[in-house]
């Protein structure tokens, strides 16, 4: 007997980057008590109940979803059959992702097989009602969904997603080569982003790269992931530790500008009356009566084209979308690594072109250059190199003063601490600097595996052997408990730490150099406590917390030391 929706549960399998080396984006994946969720779609009988039957499963994948970074997409399946239907349907799903505080843009719905059901007319025309609805489309398994042509250059799709068997053809099959290659070039010159699925190995995943496949997706990136797919530039030089993301606090309001705009109805002698003059803009939007951008016409490209032969007889007069080409669209929200990707995905004839920015609502903001983009990110990244640490790689304390001041503007509460090792200095003396240096970068390691296990905690080497972690309130006794609980040893020499954590609640919190300044006497309390110790407490709590080392270690509770 097959499984109701209501026991459907719900996996959500991320979609990574080999650009950037990070998840873009996470689908949820069915997954009933018995048999597949295409049996339950099948079971609902007529075409009523089916459309019913799967927008249901939607909402509730939505419902289950996790919440996910700024810049990574909740993707949900949806049939070609519930894609068509009118647009009262969908009011239960946008009702679910209002109650789990997403917007349909930070959804993309992947329309599947057979796609010319119920026709290709009557799906176009619901891809388009869910574009206004606000939504994101692609289509999925392309190979194996029956896709009509004229569907794959009329549809309003950001994405297109391969079946697994055609990657599996590769590179095997001549045909499959060139039809693969054919895909790559027509995504890169429609703005589409294409992805391959179902990478099961390392050899997949070295076809996709080598057919230009950006996306991939599959059990290959259950774990471990990012080590996969981070491009080698990217990597640290030491296990265990995190590169510096160059894209942390950049946004695009920071790159925002305001280009020549046009009604979207304006003849190319309006467009040559602007771009043929002194100081003449890059480019002009064509925007329609809401605002909303409809093309944009590129100066240079347009003179070459009605300043050659005969460019003016058969131009002139004529609408200017004639020479315009489609806007390449970015929301005003997206995050710098999505912001890259769409870069990256414009290929060499349009790197260079605006990114034209909308609101929310599809209203034109203003354009961002890629070129400052790109030279930004470029400044930062050296910016962040020079601060690792060179022997851990780790951030110093300007990545930390940027975690804390980040987390008190959240308002929520989070906790900054401190541990370094007692005694180095003699350690150093018995053992020699390089065994010191070891065991360093080991702590190092420990601090950062963990911390990617965690999620988000940010690990600092300040120097020496003084390292500072932020994290949230809930991530710092299992942080703790797997550095401190380690039986650390240097060359056959035992070692103990100390750690002092200072728990700063939200709005009231002070910024990093209030933390270090009240961090000092703690680490000073924890180090006086024999063995590996853990000293907690409070801004203006007057007193310090023993949550490791001393009494606690005979099973009593944490004493409490007052602090002058």
């Known amino acids: 007997m097959l499984a109701p929706a209501d026991q459907v549960r719900f996996a959500f399998e991320p979609l990574y980057s080999l650009y950037s080396g990070s998840a873009v984006a996470v689908e949820a994946v069915g997954h009933p008590a018995a048999g597949w969720v295409q049996d339950l779609l099948d079971a609902a009988g007529d075409q009523a109940q089916l459309i019913d039957a799967d927008l249901d499963l939607a909402a509730r994948a939505a419902a289950a979803a996790p919440q996910v970074a700024a810049g990574v997409s909740l993707h949900l399946n949806l049939s070609a059959s519930a894609a068509g239907a009118p647009a009262e349907r969908f009011i239960p799903l946008l009702q679910t992702l209002e109650r789990a505080g997403r917007r349909p843009a930070d959804v993309v719905l992947e329309v599947t097989a057979p796609l010319a059901v119920p026709n290709p007319g009557t799906l176009l025309q619901g891809l388009h009602r869910l574009r206004d609805l606000g939504f994101r489309l692609a289509f999925d398994r392309l190979g194996a969904a029956g896709l009509p042509m004229n569907l794959l250059a009329e549809a309003p799709i950001e994405m297109i997603k391969l079946d697994r068997a055609t990657l599996r053809r590769l590179p095997a099959n001549a045909a499959t080569v060139a039809l693969v290659e054919a895909l790559v070039q027509f995504a890169t010159q429609t703005d589409l982003r294409l992805v391959a699925t ?37 990597r640290g030089d030491q296990p265990g530790t995190t590169a510096v993301s160059p894209a942390a606090g950049l946004r695009i309001p920071e790159f925002l500008r305001q280009a020549k705009t046009l009604p979207d109805d304006a003849t190319c002698d309006d467009v040559h009356a602007i771009l043929s003059a002194e100081h003449a803009p890059k480019a002009i939007v064509g925007l329609d009566q809401q605002a909303r951008p409809q093309w944009t016409i590129d100066r240079m490209r347009f003179l070459l084209a009605v300043t050659g032969r005969y460019g003016h007889a058969l131009y002139a007069g004529k609408p200017a979308a004639k020479l315009a080409g489609p806007p390449r669209l970015v929301r005003i929200d997206t995050g710098t690594r999505e912001l890259l990707e769409i870069i990256a995905d414009g290929g060499a004839e349009h790197s260079g072109d605006d990114l034209v920015v909308t609101d929310a609502s599809g209203r034109y903001q203003g354009v961002v250059r890629p070129n400052e983009v790109m030279r930004r990110m470029a400044a930062v990244k050296v910016e962040a190199a020079v601060a690792l640490n060179p022997l851990t790689r780790l951030p110093g304390s300007d990545a930390i003063a940027h975690d804390v001041a980040r987390r008190a503007d959240a308002g929520r509460p989070f906790v900054v601490a401190w541990l370094d090792i ?9 053992a020699g600097f390089a065994a010191g240096d070891d065991l360093i970068r080991a702590i190092g390691r420990a601090l950062t595996d963990h911390a990617r296990r965690l999620g988000d905690v940010t690990v600092g080497h300040v120097g020496g052997d003084d390292f500072l972690v932020v994290c949230g309130v ?91």
Do not use: C
């Not at 790269?209 to 471990?224: E, S």
């Not at 007692?422 to 018995?430: A, G, P, V």
């Not at 040893?489 to 728990?503: E, H, P, W």
């Not at 590996?532 to 801004?539: A, D, G, Q, T």
């Open 198 to 234: 179902g990478i099961e190995n390392d050899a997949e995943l070295d076809v996709a790269r080598r057919a230009g496949i950006r996306l991939v997706q599959g059990n290959l990136f259950a774990t471990a992931a990012p080590e996969r797919v981070l491009p080698t530039a990217e």
């Open 474 to 564: 809930e991530d710092i006794t299992s942080l703790a408990d797997a550095v401190l609980g380690h039986g650390w040893s240097a060359d056959g020499v035992s070692v103990t730490l100390s750690l002092a954590s200072l728990v700063q609640t939200g709005a009231s919190a002070g910024s990093y150099r209030e933390s270090a300044r009240l961090l000092a006497p703690l680490k000073k309390q924890a180090k006086e406590i024999p063995g590996s110790s853990w000293v907690n407490s409070w801004p203006g709590a007057g007193r310090a917390q023993i949550l490791r080392g001393g009494k606690e270690t005979n099973g009593r509770a944490p004493m409490l030391l007052s602090r002058q």
């Open 422 to 430: 007692d005694q180095f200095k003699r350690l150093n003396d018995t």
